[in-house]
C-alpha cells in the first residue's frame, strides 16, 4: 500500500514564525502536491512538485514555499506565519495518470 | 479557469438505497475526472479514475460515468450501507501527466441505519 506520511496530525505556531510541513512519500512517485483545505472553500492546490528540485505554483502561493531536495520529501515552508494561514494542510503524491495518494493531514493553528 | 462544482452539498439516505452524486464541471478540455472520498479528520481516499477517452469506471458498488461535452459526472452507489457515510469529492485533471486536480466543495453524505 502507498503510504503519504505527514510529520504532524496538530501543530500550534506564532505568527510570524517561519513553519516547516514535511510529507515523505514510500512508492517513488514523481509527483507531489500541497493543498490547503478550508470549510466552505475545499480543497485549493498551494504548490506542486513533479520531479526533485522541480516545483510549480499552484492556485494560492503567497505566503508559501516548497521544497524538494529528495524524491521522497516534499516540504512545505510558511516564510512567515499569519493567522490567516490556520488550516488543514494535505500532501498528496502520485504518478502521471493515476490516482493521488494523500496523507492524513495536519491541523495548523497560527496564534 | 476550471471550476468544480458538487451537487448536493449534503444528501441523507437509508440504508440500502442506490444514490448518485453529481459533480459538474466548466472546461471540458479534461485529462481525467477523479472521484475520492474523505472520512471526518482524514485526508482523501481516491475511489475511481475515468480517463478522457472514457465513458465510466466501476469499482464494486461503485460506478463514475464522465460526458466531457455537457461537463457532468456522476458517481452512483449501490445499496448504500452505514459505512459508505463521508464526504465525496470530485476533482478535474486539467492536465496530463502532472494531474493537477481542481476539486468540488464535496457532497457529505449520511447513510442511516
Known amino acids: 500500500d502507498v503510504k503519504v506520511t505527514q510529520s504532524s496530525r496538530y501543530l500550534v505556531k506564532r505568527t510570524g514564525e517561519k513553519v516547516f510541513l514535511e510529507c515523505v512519500q514510500d512508492?517513488?512517485?514523481?509527483?507531489m502536491f500541497w493543498y490547503r483545505q478550508d470549510p466552505g472553500l475545499g480543497l485549493r492546490l498551494i504548490y506542486f512538485?513533479?520531479?526533485?528540485?522541480?516545483?510549480e505554483k499552484g492556485d494560492i502561493p503567497e505566503g508559501y514555499s516548497v521544497s524538494r531536495e529528495k524524491k521522497e520529501r516534499f516540504s512545505l515552508i510558511l516564510e512567515s506565519a499569519s493567522t490567516n494561514q490556520t488550516s488543514m494542510y494535505l500532501c498528496?503524491?502520485?504518478?502521471?495518470?493515476?490516482?493521488?495518494?494523500f496523507g492524513d493531514g495536519t491541523r495548523l493553528s497560527i496564534l | 479557469k476550471q471550476e468544480v462544482t458538487q451537487i448536493p452539498a449534503a444528501l441523507s439516505v437509508p440504508e440500502g438505497e442506490n444514490l448518485v452524486l453529481n459533480c459538474s464541471f466548466t472546461?471540458?478540455?479534461?485529462?481525467?475526472l477523479q472521484w475520492f472520498r474523505q472520512d471526518p479528520g482524514k485526508g482523501l481516499t481516491s475511489l475511481l479514475l475515468?480517463?478522457?477517452?472514457?465513458r465510466e469506471q466501476t469499482s464494486g458498488r461503485l460506478n463514475a460515468s464522465l460526458d466531457k461535452s455537457s461537463g457532468r459526472s456522476t458517481l452512483y452507489i449501490a445499496a448504500s450501507q452505514p459505512g459508505d457515510s463521508a464526504t465525496y469529492l470530485c476533482?478535474?485533471?486539467?492536465?496530463?501527466?502532472?494531474?493537477?486536480?481542481?476539486f468540488g466543495k464535496g457532497t457529505k453524505l449520511t447513510v442511516n441505519p
Open positions: 472546461d471540458s478540455a479534461i485529462y481525467n
Open positions: 475515468i480517463q478522457s477517452s472514457q
Open positions: 512538485s513533479y520531479d526533485v528540485k522541480m516545483k
Open positions: 498528496a503524491s502520485g504518478r502521471a495518470y493515476q490516482p493521488q495518494h
Open positions: 512508492m517513488d512517485h514523481e509527483n
Open positions: 476533482a478535474a485533471g486539467s492536465r496530463g501527466g502532472s494531474e493537477k486536480l481542481v
